[in-house]
């Protein structure tokens, strides 16, 4: 079994993130200073054990290997931000974590394959049609290239597989125009450069009806991230049609008890071995959006350790190599999305994780 949290690497500053946004910007500065948006709306969040961090710092990324792995989580998937034509940014964490041989904690690449706009970060300030840096694909030449760049990290040992194949996630499969010759080309390059007869590719989604073109693409698997079940599920949507009309017309953030849509976070069809579930603590994009945000409501530890052990549940009926779950996320504080302590849970939802595997493997 293995349990992969995806991990942002967006907390140090950057040259284009001080151009947008101001000198020293990071995700710490939407997380610092949001507001509650009602009385008992948790916000903002504040971290404990780790502080507001600085990812250049190595202590900090050790701690937070030792963190993860006292909790059970087998590995870090760190979004890898690839715009085309060689255009990189954020990678200086991951760069020091591969240069570096620390922290000796399995690892795997997902490309975060999406344009920025000015609503990525924060759709508070600016406009939200603002286009500050565009996801290209220039074509064979950019795949080659891009393969080669990250072919240093494939060739670590601490680079995760499955079924002996390297993974490699795709935030938005559909939105490539040349997928399928892009796993072509990345699956005879593994060869070719003795890493492995092919990658283990995995397409994220939020939509499970979008399963089918996925792996028709070529991928291997699928993770679904069930955070928008309120605009696909159409049990969902005829429960909460009020909140909805709010939100879309009236501007209301779309606030949701975690009590019930975290019972739609997994379900049946998760038992096919082409489909990899998420574990979501919670979620509340608000820090970055205001009101136009989603949020789920009162969650908690206890709550989560049913969530946990459902997926748990779910995954055991595959075979050995395909029971992985996703978390959704290692720490995305702007949105309300972290497994990190914060000063009122503390460790508490490590806390659920570790002790839902425990359970489990004692049964």
């Known amino acids: 079994m293995q349990i992969i949290a995806y991990y942002l690497p967006q907390y140090h500053p950057i040259k284009e993130n001080n151009e947008w946004w101001g000198e020293g910007f990071t995700e710490w500065t939407n997380v610092g200073k949001a507001k509650p948006l009602f009385s008992s709306h948790y916000q ?11 990812l250049r710092i190595p202590e900090i990324r050790e701690k ?17 931000y690839w715009f085309g034509a060689g255009k990189r ?8 974590v591969l240069n570096s041989g620390k922290p000796d904690f399995p690892f795997c690449l997902g490309w975060a394959n999406e344009s920025w706009k000015a609503k990525t970060w924060n759709s508070k300030d600016v406009s939200k049609d603002k286009l500050l840096i565009e ?32 993974i ?3 935030y938005r499969p559909l939105a490539m125009p040349n997928a ?22 995995i397409g994220h989604t939020v939509n499970i009806k979008e399963k089918d073109k996925i792996l028709y693409l070529g991928f291997n698997a699928i993770n679904i991230v069930r955070i928008g079940e309120h605009r696909f599920n159409i049990d969902v949507i005829k429960r909460i049609p009020w909140k909805l009309i709010k939100f879309k017309f009236l501007k209301f953030p779309l606030v949701l008890r975690y009590s019930f849509i975290s019972k739609y976070f997994i379900q049946e069809i998760d038992k096919s071995e082409e489909i990899f579930p998420s574990l979501i603590p919670n979620w509340d994009h608000t820090p970055r959006s205001g009101n136009s945000g989603v949020i789920f409501h009162k969650s908690s530890p206890e709550l989560f350790k049913k969530h946990v052990i459902k997926a748990l549940n779910i995954i055991k009926f595959k075979s050995q190599e395909r029971q992985i779950l996703f978390v959704k996320s290692w720490n995305e504080w702007g949105e309300g999305n972290h497994m990190e302590p914060d000063l009122k849970y503390g460790n508490k939802y490590l806390l659920a994780i570790k002790n839902a595997i425990v359970n489990f493997r004692n049964l």
């Open 168 to 170: 490699f996630v795709i």
């Open 180 to 201: 399928k010759e892009f796993i072509e080309i990345w699956n005879n390059l593994a060869v070719e450069n003795n890493v492995s007869n092919g990658f283990f590719f």
């Open 44 to 54: 903002p969040r504040v971290p404990a054990d780790l502080g507001y961090y600085d």
């Open 135 to 166: 996801q290209k694909y220039p074509g064979r030449e950019d795949i080659i290239n891009h393969f080669h760049a990250i072919l240093p990290a494939l060739k670590d040992n601490r680079y995760m597989k499955i079924e002996g194949k390297p």
């Open 89 to 96: 940014l954020l990678d200086l964490p991951f760069n020091e």
């Open 64 to 80: 937070q290997a030792a963190l993860a792995l006292e909790a059970g989580i087998t590995g870090f998937c760190y979004w890898h």
